[in-house]
């Protein structure tokens, strides 16, 4: 071999091992997806006009085109089975960084469409805000509680409204959590604010202007890829399995879908809520805000709690859950999961939830809820728009998130939940 030749077979020997890295990341076949359930359908599109009619007449044409984007997303997140918690404890479990990969491609795609449109001024709601948060002790804090209580709770912020869209009644207690370690952070809002030093948002774009920014990001993104590649090599995972899915053009309604096709089509759709209703993909503030609200219908003086004294807050509460950006996207998030998974056959109700798991989804949801509110966001807000936003504080987030990631692994035992083994033969 030549010395001029040394770089070619270099660059070949990598190609080669990606994909060959890529090929072993997931089971050669999936099962081939059951009848779809033509009831569950019909329930579900009702339901899905039905939101879109209240929200146009409560709110107008931008909103109801907010709600539509969002039942998209839970249409997208149930049929790629896009997991955020699973892919974390699949990597810090076993090695297993195919979820991860397809996370920076969601990330690497949102980053330049959110640069063509913050950059640009883009959008039908006025100038569009991006998701830049604080970054202190409250961020610290808020993502590692975050991070245990996804391996605990068994989900996400997203994962938990397709789960409870597709029928996951352990989920229900799941979101309960969410609700109640929403309103606990709202009651402690003045402790995180004015006694714990907050922080400062600090912008990429800002210091580093839109290209160098972008650039910035997208060189993290790549390292990150690369390492899962490097600690995949050393650790030889177990693959992931592929859920069942439908075939030939059917696919693209029954699912599923591979994980590259979600992150590409959930990176445009966070731009597309961008674009629509001048602010990114969210999901957790609105779960402070119904507790808000549950709690006023039963004669609690929630509007005197600091947090529902911020204006934004305030106008929330006083108005109607369907004027309110976030709590829309949730609501088009779970129906349109309710109608992915039955078109996949896979919508089901379950009756029986044994108690350490009822137990773990609780207390998993109020880690979660509490953590968010102090991180300025969840795996969502925080993580992918913020990161899609080049603010420092997603990237924190991650970093921190994937720490509590750790944690929660040696606590899911306890509540009867199993980790990923480098003996088992899938994920």
């Known amino acids: 071999m030549t010395v001029s030749d040394a770089p070619r077979r270099t660059v070949v020997g990598a190609l080669r091992f990606v994909s060959e890295a890529e090929r072993v990341s997931f089971t050669p076949d999936a099962p081939p997806a059951p009848p779809a359930k033509r009831v569950v359908i019909a329930i579900g599109l009702v339901l899905a006009v039905a939101l879109v009619w209240a929200v146009?007449?409560?709110?107008?044409?931008?909103?109801?085109?907010?709600?539509?984007?969002?039942?998209?997303?839970?249409?997208?997140?149930f049929h790629s089975r896009f997991g955020f918690t699973s892919g974390w404890r699949q990597l810090a479990a076993v090695g297993q960084g195919a979820a991860v990969r397809a996370h920076m491609l969601m990330l690497a795609t949102a980053t330049i469409l959110f640069s063509v449109l913050l950059a640009g001024g883009f959008s039908l709601a006025g100038t569009p805000k991006p998701s830049v948060a604080a970054v202190g002790i409250p961020l610290l804090v808020g993502a590692f509680l975050f991070g245990i209580g996804?391996?605990?709770?068994?989900?996400?912020?997203?994962?938990?409204?397709?789960?409870?869209?597709?029928?996951?009644?352990?989920?229900?207690?799941?979101?309960?959590?969410?609700?109640?370690?929403?309103?606990?952070?709202?009651?402690?809002?003045t402790f995180w604010t004015v006694t714990v030093p907050a922080g400062t948002p600090i912008s990429l774009a800002e210091t580093f202007g839109f290209p160098g920014a972008v650039a910035l990001s997208l060189l993290v993104m790549a390292t990150i890829v690369a390492?899962?590649?490097?600690?995949?090599?050393?650790?030889?995972?177990p693959p992931v399995e592929r859920p069942p899915s439908a075939r030939g053009i059917a696919r693209v309604l029954r699912g599923s879908w591979p994980m590259w096709v979600g992150a590409i089509v959930l990176a445009v759709l966070n731009a597309g809520v961008l674009f629509v209703s001048g602010g990114a993909w969210g999901v957790t503030s609105a779960f402070g805000l119904w507790g808000g609200k549950v709690l006023a219908s039963l004669g609690v003086d929630v509007a005197s709690w600091a947090y529902f004294q911020v204006p934004a807050n305030a106008k929330a509460l006083?108005?109607?859950?369907?004027?309110?950006r976030i709590s829309v996207l949730d609501f088009g998030v779970i129906v349109g999961a309710l109608v992915a998974s039955a078109l996949g056959g896979a919508f089901v109700l379950h009756k029986r939830v044994p108690w350490k798991l009822a137990l773990g989804s609780v207390l998993g949801g109020i880690a979660m809820g509490y953590g968010a509110r102090?991180?300025?966001?969840?795996?969502?807000?925080?993580?992918?728009?913020?990161?899609?936003?080049?603010?420092?504080?997603?990237?924190?987030?991650?970093?921190?998130?994937?720490?509590?990631?750790?944690?929660?692994?040696?606590?899911?035992?306890?509540?009867g939940l199993t980790n990923p083994k480098p003996t088992d033969s899938i994920c």
């Open 56 to 77: 146009a007449r409560t709110a107008g044409p931008v909103m109801a085109g907010t709600a539509a984007l969002g039942l998209a997303l839970g249409f997208t997140l």
């Open 227 to 237: 390492i899962t590649y490097v600690v995949a090599r050393r650790r030889t995972p």
């Open 318 to 324: 006083q108005g109607s859950v369907f004027a309110d």
């Open 150 to 189: 996804m391996q605990v709770g068994g989900s996400c912020a997203s994962g938990t409204l397709f789960a409870v869209g597709s029928g996951q009644t352990a989920v229900v207690l799941t979101l309960f959590g969410f609700i109640v370690g929403s309103v606990l952070a709202a009651l402690t809002f």
């Open 374 to 415: 102090l991180a300025g966001g969840c795996n969502i807000g925080a993580y992918f728009s913020g990161i899609a936003s080049m603010s420092l504080h997603g990237w924190i987030w991650g970093v921190v998130a994937l720490g509590g990631t750790f944690v929660g692994l040696g606590l899911r035992p306890l509540f």
